[in-house]
């Protein structure tokens, strides 16, 4: 009797990635990492699905990532098409309360088809905060959500997102490069006002953001509402 070989056939997906702006191929994850790796999250610890997540994604993308580098948009996006192509595309959701009867109901979403981009060219802005200080903005890396979940206070998330965004500083004719999120939020942005990190703010507002759009019909009283959510997080857990 012939030794049965390790079998596998998982089909192959080809995903484009904006950040980076370069095409990855991916498989589905197995029913055995599933168990060992999504089966483990028994709670809602970021640190916990990050982890797993990124765990994953290196065993299912067959490139040569620069992970611990990679932005969060990227991030997410591979995240979410592969439990996509492993778990299926559609997920159940619920509305609380209907714009216009106010009941309750269940709902799909086929979340490949609800994924959008805004401002999908702007990657990078230079914000001028005043004659002698101005920053570049970029889009937000993975170890941001290591320390975003431990923060309720609104102006600390402020404090923390800028901190993450900001990738160079121009101050007094010199340019910082190479800075560390903790390093600028003491030295930086600590020092800012109010008004100035509300329109730091506005600005990485104004960069590529990732939503989930689609449209909900009630089935109570058939209205149709277009609904955003921009917290994809919840779907890998």
């Known amino acids: 009797m012939n030794k049965l070989p ?7 997906h080809r ?10 191929n991916y498989v589905p994850f197995t029913v055995a990492q599933e168990k060992g790796y999504i089966s483990a999250i028994t709670n809602k610890d970021m640190g916990d699905i990050v ?18 580098k990679m932005s969060l948009i990227d991030f997410i996006t591979i995240a979410i098409n592969i439990r996509a192509k492993s778990q299926g595309e559609t997920i ?7 714009r216009k ?11 490949e088809k609800a994924i959008c981009f805004d401002n999908v060219d702007v990657k990078k802005i230079i914000h001028k905060i005043d004659d002698k200080l101005s920053v570049e903005l970029k889009p937000l890396s993975i170890d941001y959500l290591y320390e975003i ?3 309720e206070d609104e102006l600390d998330i402020y404090i923390s997102t800028i901190s993450h965004s900001i990738s160079k ?6 340019i910082y490069t190479g800075l560390k999120p903790e390093n600028v939020k003491e030295n930086c942005v600590n020092n800012l006002s109010k008004r100035q990190i509300e329109d730091i703010i506005k600005q990485i507002s104004n960069m590529i953001t990732m939503n989930l759009k689609f449209d909900v019909e009630c089935p109570h009283c058939k209205d149709i509402e277009r609904l955003s959510i921009s917290n994809f997080l919840e779907f890998l857990n």
Do not use: R
């Not at 797993?52 to 993308?61: G, Q």
């Not at 009941?103 to 979403?109: G, I, L, M, N």
């Open 149 to 151: 979940e431990k923060l």
């Open 92 to 98: 159940s959701l619920q509305k609380n309360e209907c």
């Open 101 to 111: 009867c106010k009941k309750s109901f269940p709902f799909d979403v086929n979340i």
């Open 6 to 12: 390790n079998i596998n056939v998982a089909p192959v």
């Open 51 to 68: 982890n797993n997540y990124l765990f994953l994604a290196k065993s299912c993308v067959q490139e040569d990532l620069e992970w611990e």
């Open 169 to 174: 500083i121009f101050f007094d004719d010199q």
């Open 15 to 24: 995903l484009h990635i904006n950040i980076l702006d370069q095409d990855i």
